[in-house]
Structures are given as structure tokens and as C-alpha cells.
T-cell receptor, first 111, second 110 residues
Framework: QKEVEQNSGPLSVPEGAIASLNCTYSDRVSQSFFWYRQYSGKSPELIMSIYSNGDKEDGRFTAQLNKASQYVSLLIRDSQPSDSATYLCAVNSNSGYALNFGKGTSLLVTP | EADIYQTPRYLVIGTGKKITLECSQTMGHDKMYWYQQDPGMELHLIHYSYGVNSTEKGDLSSESTVSRIRTEHFPLTLESARPSHTSQYLC?????????FGPGTRLTVT
């Protein structure tokens, strides 16, 4: 079982809709969770971090964490075509400060 | 936003050449990382460092080597490039767990 699992997609949503991206992780003691956005041919960009159960909102982005169920999600409200990218979920590993990355979910927002 | 730089951005080089990919950051982060990523594929950690004179290999076996003589500088070296090394190489740095990435170096070995 991979340590961080994501549906590879593509997830297609119409412009203005809510995009919901999900991620599950295997290590129960993980404490730090991140979402990165990666445009094609570019490097990952950190967009959200979450450390406690519940929701964390930043503009159009909301990260949700449920440690009991071992999942973390990212909601993007009022999706725009510029949100079309691959979204990577990352979780702290059980050794040092390294992160375990999922394979990413490809999001396509159609006009 | 972290300031992290990688040079060159693109490199095409012949088999057998020695190459060094540069990575520098101006944030004073003590932790730095190298990842390898093929197009459309996941990130693989190949090297990391938690401070000067401290380097470790990551999960992905790599023929590259790294050094960390200064906090801000974390170069990656391939002694003899091969076509199998063709990939994108991403450098990142962090204070704790939040990693910030440089723009990457796209390496093509012919």
C-alpha cells in the first residue's frame, strides 16, 4: 500500500463549480499535511497546509483533515480555468522532515 | 514565498559527461532536498540534507551525489551522464515540513 494515495483523474468540473480533491494516507502518526499545485512543466507550489482536524480556509481553497479516517481533502470553490493543474497531496514521513507525495490528481476546469 | 534558484533551467548534454546541477536558496533554510520527476509521474526523493556537512540518500536509488558545504547551496552532481538520467530535477528547501520548490532543471542526455 502506497503511503499517500490519490485518484489520478482527470477530474473535470465546469467553471464556477466546486472541485473536490481527496487523499488518503497510511501512517496513523502523520501530523502535517500539504497540498501543492503543479502546472504542466512547472515545479510544485505550496497552496495549503493543515495540521489539525477540521477545516482550514484560504480564499477559494479549503483543506479538510480527518485523522481518524486518515484522509485529507482540498475544496476549490468557484473553480476557474486557471485552476487546471495537477494537485499533489503530501504528508510528513515517519523519518525526519521528508514528505511523502501522492501521484497527484489532474484537475481540468472547463469554461 | 521562498527564494530558491536552480541553474541551468534546461540542459542537453551527451552521454558520459559530468554535470552539476546548482541549487541555492536565500531563506536561510537548513533543510534542502532533491527530487526527480518524469513527465506526468510522481516526485521521487533522491537526496536530502538537514544541515551543513549532512547529506542522506532518499527513497529512489540514484547515481548522483550531493554536497552541503554552505547552508544556502546544495549542488547535485552526475559523474557520467546516461540517457536514463533524462528527467526533471527539482530542488526544495524548508525550515520544518513546509517545502518550497525551485523552478527545476530539465535534463536531457543524448
Amino acid at each position: 500500500q502506497k503511503e499517500v494515495e490519490q485518484n489520478s483523474g482527470p477530474l473535470s468540473v465546469p467553471e464556477g463549480a466546486i472541485a473536490s480533491l481527496n487523499c488518503t494516507y497510511s501512517d496513523r502518526v502523520s501530523q502535517s499535511f500539504f497540498w501543492y499545485r503543479q502546472y504542466s512543466g512547472k515545479s510544485p507550489e505550496l497552496i495549503m497546509s493543515i495540521y489539525s482536524n477540521g477545516d482550514k480556509e484560504d480564499g477559494r481553497f479549503t483543506a479538510q483533515l480527518n485523522k481518524a479516517s486518515q484522509y485529507v481533502s482540498l475544496l476549490i470553490r468557484d473553480s476557474q480555468p486557471s485552476d487546471s493543474a495537477t494537485y499533489l497531496c503530501a504528508v510528513n514521513s515517519n523519518s525526519g522532515y521528508a514528505l511523502n507525495f501522492g501521484k497527484g490528481t489532474s484537475l481540468l476546469v472547463t469554461p | 514565498e521562498a527564494d530558491i534558484y536552480q541553474t541551468p533551467r534546461y540542459l542537453v548534454i551527451g552521454t558520459g559527461k559530468k554535470i552539476t546541477l546548482e541549487c541555492s536558496q536565500t531563506m536561510g533554510h537548513d533543510k534542502m532536498y532533491w527530487y526527480q520527476q518524469d513527465p506526468g509521474m510522481e516526485l521521487h526523493l533522491i537526496h536530502y540534507s538537514y544541515g551543513v556537512n549532512s547529506t542522506e540518500k532518499g527513497d529512489l536509488s540514484s547515481e548522483s551525489t550531493v554536497s552541503r558545504i554552505r547552508t544556502e547551496h546544495f549542488p547535485l552532481t552526475l559523474e557520467s551522464a546516461r540517457p536514463s538520467h533524462t528527467s526533471q530535477y527539482l530542488c526544495a528547501s524548508s525550515v520544518a515540513y513546509e517545502q518550497y520548490f525551485g523552478p527545476g532543471t530539465r535534463l536531457t542526455v543524448t
